[in-house]
């Protein structure tokens, strides 16, 4: 087979609902998801072994080779063709990381996802499988829905997903002040016992007005930056919305029309885009 690339695009909670956390320890979520034109490339390539090489802006950040997502990834698409009695042989993988790492619009999630499309295509399997997503839960919650790659509705811890008919497409800046906010300890922000209730579902889909993200307070607590980014964002012609995507620290500005001009410190991430 022939080297061939996959896009890894960032992920983008436009709405992001706590309903409360369950008796396993999971937390319950109601999300409206939407995908970037900007993101990751994961390049594969017949090998002798399986390896992983990162280029980019953001490859120093990742963990090591073995401790990557991609390789979970390799070890779950090994599962699937091995029990197709379709073994998959050695295959590299050259990641082109543009995305900051921990930053709340799923990169981890979309490189994992496009792994699993890209090792299966070497065994013939489609991706597209119930199987395939089961296993991608099993890595991270945000896998199933980056498999998808569509926007949607995602529900559950993040396999319940049901596409959005007529989705418009947005304009969008993203803006990240490049402190990583890990998503557990966010999460932990909020207090929840087991069992316990939070907040209500997302009662429009269509309807941004009703739609926050409560994972924003415990965030900013934890890196206050994170409401600096939505103030200025805010305040700035032109924008109809700002909001924090995710566990953070990645903020969202939308916009219609002619590009606004945020006042951002030259330090931080920032990317435009339109998000479909």
Known sequence: MQPFSLFAPAKINLALHVLGRRADGYHDLDSIVAFADVGDVL????????????????????????????????????????????????????LRKNLPVASGIGGGSANAAAALKGFLRFAGIDAAEPDVAAAGLAIGADVPVCLFGKPCRMRGV???????????PLQAILVNPLVAVPTPEVFRGLALE????????????????AWRNDLAAPAIALAPVIGEVLQRLAATRGIIRAFMSGSGATCVALYEGADPAPDLDPSWWAARTVLG
């Open 194 to 209: 087991r069992g316990q209730a939070f907040r209500d579902a997302i009662g429009n889909a269509n309807d941004p007005a």
């Open 158 to 168: 993040g396999e319940r997903l049901t596409p959005l008919a007529g989705f418009r």
């Open 43 to 94: 390049t594969f390539a017949p090998a002798e072994r399986f390896a992983i090489e990162a280029a980019g802006p953001f490859a120093s950040a990742l963990p090591s080779e073995h401790d990557n997502i991609i390789a979970k990834a390799w070890s779950a698409a090994s599962e699937i063709a091995a029990k197709r009695g379709k073994p998959l042989p050695p295959v590299s993988v050259r």
